[in-house]
């Protein structure tokens, strides 16, 4: 009765649900439950936060991990920045073709805006991604109308902010490094890793996971895996 | 429709110009001198001066032993082009296209125009009559080709219009000079007794080659209208191109904004129907004070939908300065390509998202510029730098595969960065680096992945490159450039992996 009457809600607020067949599956495990309807919302604007530029690759590489799987075969996306630092040939790594991928580079946060609102109109579009700093809740809102008709799905990471003002966004993210874990007694770098933080999300539970991308997918590290492996090294080191 | 060409020739072009600059020169000999291999060379000289022997070629000094009043003044040179470049502007008025035909000619091709004039003869008398209005010494004729209109405007004697398919005949008692052949053929010509172009019109063509030249054969040719003569028009005619006068002049933006959709509207039809579609799209609006104003627009790809290009010209409307107002609006299309019919069809899914995506990517490109939205493409290059390129079309595929074997940084930045190391040497990764005032500890590292100076290039030195993370889990992509034997190598950042 009560998840009845949540679906109805959920519906009623623009969230629709997805057919059970086309899921969208982005590997992200345990992290969908806290989604509502235990999926991952698209044709809606993601924030993301980060303040640093080792977190702003980070944050980068957990929006490609779920580029790659929205995109799929034949989706293509806008990429819009201000100072583009994204390398295309390391995209290919998360499961897209960078040549899908549209950079747009410019210099005023306002141009920046404009041009991400007038790509999330664009239904052709898979996702976009802008990257600013500042988003005001009147333009977070703007966004979210634009998605809302066009079923895009759209990223905003936003580097640096002065502030972490409310904004009308589905959900908000932080994420940020973690040392990555080798198998006991190996030399070099592992699979990237990163700690996810789900600060807000709009009808659901916030969290924060590890998360890895590993053999072109997310994979999430328990707790008590992640312990073992730590004490393996450790006990190897 | 038959061809028709005018010839005009200008007798006295730069003294005719002067007079008309000084009055007073107007019954005085006069010629334009200029110094040449230390002399003054006799350049043109005006119609008087001429009736007293006086000729261009001559040497200044020759000439004042003739004529000691004889006025001389200093020629400006490039002079003839600029203005026959004017005259042929002013003669857009009779035809759309006119050319300079250097270095004291015009042609016009006038097909299709003299019954505006109410026949040839009045076309041709009304030319003539405003030139020689305005100064100038003009003769002028009209045939069905270039050659045969320019030999009879210079040597006629008859009549200055030819009709189509008489050209052979009045051609015959010309010298063979109407044929505008080098001096070097007229020399041989005349040392041969050929003195009129009927004496070798019918000689057997072989003889005539092997003596005189293809020259003369395909001048022959083109008098004859036997073989094809292009003229450059002073003012190419805009294939496509729309216009629309108003009543009264408009100054407002909605005003422009109907002017626009309706020329859109109207050229997009005719695109249509002609199977093409513009790639670039000019707005010219005249102002009532002589001034003009235009805005253009450029496509990624060909288009013909109205919707679209007036977004793109919605952008740049605000730029128009109407002042008093506009008077016209003249819409081109000066790059147009085909393009096959729009086909709706329910397979064609990507094909019209490609379409959408275009027209989205000509919105921003109008706003931003062109010069800001990139695609790259994989290209055959060891250097991260120059491992990728920008792609020039949006429908362009990848020719090399990308590769994902290495490990790449999710950031690259721009151009390396030098940074403070700790480092064992020969071929360790270091042990701890400054970065932009920060100490970090490498805690893993991996590589060295050496990336060695292209051949082909042989730009800057080998590098290795490691990949280190350090003790907050962060990865970095270092490299040391050169070896150790030659001097101390120095080491870089270049990018983050995510």
Known sequence: ?237 | MSKRFVAIWFRHLTTDRMIRRRPDLGDVPFVLAASERGRMMVKAASAPANARGICAGMVVADCRAILPTLQVLDEEPGMEEKLLTALAEWCLRYTPIAAVDLPDGLILDASGCPHLWGGERAYLKDIIARLRGYGYDVRAAMAGTIGAAWAVSRFGKISPIIDSGGQAEALLPLPPAALRLDQAILDRLTKLGLYQIRSFMNMPRAALRRRFGQGLLSRLDQALGQEAEEIQSVRPVEAYQERLPCMEPIRTAPGIEIALKQLLERLCMRLETEGKGLRACVLKCYRVDGELQQIDIGTSRASRSVGHLFKLFELKIQTIRPNLGIELFLLEAPVVEDMPVAQDALWAVCDSNEAVIAELLDRLGGRVGMACIHRYLADEHYWPERSVRAAVSLQEKPATEWRSDLPRPLHLLPCPELIQVTVPIPDYPPMQFHYKGRLHQVKKADGPERIEQEWWLQMGLQRDYYRVEDEQGARYWLFREGHYGSGEPQWFIHGFFA
Not at chain 1, 144 to 164: C, D, N
């Open chain 1, 1 to 237: 009765m009560i998840r009845q009457l949540q679906g109805e809600v959920l519906s009623l607020q623009g969230h629709k649900r997805a057919a059970g067949s086309d899921r969208l599956r982005t590997g992200l495990g345990p992290l969908e439950a806290s989604f509502p309807d235990r999926v991952f919302p698209t044709g809606a604007v993601h924030e993301l936060l980060s303040f640093a530029a080792e977190d702003a690759v980070a944050t980068n590489g957990f929006i490609a991990g779920i580029l790659g799987s929205l995109m799929g075969q034949r989706g293509a996306c806008m990429w819009i920045s201000a100072r583009r630092t994204v390398f295309p040939p390391a995209l290919k790594v998360f499961g897209i073709e960078p040549d899908r991928i549209f950079f747009v580079d410019l210099n005023r946060q306002k141009d920046i805006l404009w041009a991400v609102e007038e790509s999330l109109q664009c239904d052709a579009l898979t996702a976009v991604v802008g990257e600013l700093s500042e988003l005001s809740f009147t333009e977070s809102r703007r966004l979210q109308l634009a998605v809302e008709k066009s079923k895009v799905t759209g990223f905003i990471h936003r580097y640096s902010p002065k502030s972490r003002n409310t904004v009308a966004c589905v959900t908000r993210w932080e994420v940020r490094p973690v040392a990555s874990v080798l198998e006991a007694g190996m030399p070099g770098v592992g699979y990237p890793r990163w700690q996810v933080q789900l600060v807000k999300v709009r009808n659901g539970k916030p969290g924060s996971w590890e998360l890895e991308w590993s053999a072109g997918s997310f994979r999430h590290i328990s707790r008590r895996s992640f312990a073992i492996s730590e004490f393996e090294t450790r006990k190897a080191g």
